[in-house]
């Protein structure tokens, strides 16, 4: 059975960067599309970017320039660098695979941008 974790989240300031991580478990990882998330106090979940197991990407408009997925499938991870936060991106962040292949949502990571 898959699994996913989601590490790296804090506090950051305006401007600032953190880099979130996913760990995957399973042979399987490595050839799925995984994306990023997030869910902000009242708001409903929105993709923030995938990436495919080849390495193709796409990111929400609100984040691009400033957000970077990438995935290292030896690893069986995929980071998503975050720099030019802002206190819009405050929110809980997870990854999971893209669709079909989604499975349950675990915690996730928390991100908080303020001064």
């Known amino acids: 059975q898959v699994q996913l974790a989601e590490s790296g989240g804090g506090l950051a300031q305006p401007g600032g960067s953190l880099r979130l991580s996913c760990a995957g478990s399973?042979?399987?990882?490595?050839?799925?599309?995984v994306g990023w998330y997030r869910q902000a106090p009242g708001k409903q979940r929105e993709l923030v970017a995938t990436?495919?197991?080849?390495?193709?990407?796409n990111y929400a408009d609100s984040v691009k320039g400033r957000f970077t997925i990438s995935r290292d499938n030896a690893k069986n991870t995929v980071f998503l660098q975050m720099n030019n936060l802002k206190h819009e991106d405050t929110a809980v962040y997870h990854c999971n695979f893209d669709l079909p292949w989604r499975i349950g949502w675990g915690q996730g990571t928390q991100v908080t941008v303020s001064s």
């Open positions: 399973g042979s399987i990882f490595s050839i799925r599309p």
């Open positions: 990436i495919t197991s080849g390495g193709t990407t």
